[in-house]
């Protein structure tokens, strides 16, 4: 791949608007990062799953430490809520070295998972809106340096192990299962939920990227350029994503996931 300038430019610019929907979305970002990679620049799905997960690595860690100065997040929850997502990635890596998956069934699983979560996202938005969930704004009225989260940890570690797993399974963060977990489970308000998530997407890919650097597949080239933008859109959409309502974007989000899960699926027969 010749990378002139028009190229460059626009990798970067898609790195922004792709970090910007991770951040305020709590996930999806991983999603369109690997989509694109394997749909339109022909990557393949191994190499396109470990570049996502460096890239991840800077757009979450910005999100992080823009939500820990927001109050949004802290250390102590989004470290205790990444061992387990780390416990799961673990369990993917040595799964995987023992039973190799080839490309072909990646993408058919990873269609599948983005087009359930896209459902599960709509269908969580009506049942918000059926019942009078109020999201649209971000309301700074919760301690979390007080928050009681040990009697709901059991019935999330399950989905923390399970998240950790699609994370290095997929390249895909975690983030569109850490999200809902947090919000319905342990009842953190959406605002808070995107933001505890993109603290443990930044945990687990920091993982395994270290990882990866040594057994992965990661294409710098691409991953730096749209890890550039990443981040700009990172700090852009932390900035935002308190002052707007979610529901549009969620929407928007889980239309798009559905279209690129079908195509990934699709994709396959028509290359065969």
């Not at 790195?15 to 991770?22: E, K, M, P, Q, R």
């Not at 690997?34 to 396109?48: H, I, N, T």
Request: charged share 10%; hydrophobic share 55%.
């Amino acid at each position: 791949m010749e990378y002139t300038w028009e190229i460059i430019i626009f990798l970067i610019l898609l790195g922004v608007l792709f970090g910007a929907i991770n951040t305020m979305a709590g996930g999806g970002g991983g999603v369109l990062y690997v989509s694109f990679m394997v749909l339109f620049l022909g990557l393949a799905f191994d190499e396109a799953r470990d570049t996502s997960i460096f890239i991840l690595m800077f757009a979450s860690g910005v999100a992080f430490f823009t939500y820990l100065k927001q109050g949004r997040t802290n250390l102590k929850l989004s470290l205790i809520f990444s061992i387990f997502a780390i416990l799961g990635s673990t369990l993917c890596w040595i799964f995987l070295i023992f039973f190799p998956i080839n490309n072909e069934l990646l993408r058919v699983i990873f269609g599948l998972i983005v087009i359930i979560t896209a459902i599960n996202m709509i269908y969580k938005t009506y049942i918000d809106k059926r019942n009078g969930v109020c999201s649209e704004k971000f309301d700074n009225c919760l301690n979390l340096k007080n928050y009681d989260y040990k009697k709901d940890l059991k019935s999330g570690i399950p989905f923390f192990i399970a998240a950790g797993i699609i994370s290095r399974l997929l390249g895909i963060g975690g983030g569109i299962i850490y999200g809902p977990s947090l919000h319905i489970i342990f009842g953190f308000p959406i605002h808070y939920a995107t933001a505890i998530s993109n603290s443990i997407v930044f945990f687990t890919c920091l993982f395994n990227t270290v990882l990866l650097i040594f057994y992965g597949k990661i294409n710098y080239s691409i991953g730096i350029l749209l890890a550039i933008g990443s981040v700009v859109g990172a700090i852009l959409g932390a900035k935002i994503s308190n002052k707007m309502p979610t529901v549009s974007l969620q929407i928007f989000v889980a239309l798009l996931l559905t279209f690129l899960g079908i195509n990934m699926i699709f994709s396959i027969f028509a290359t065969a």
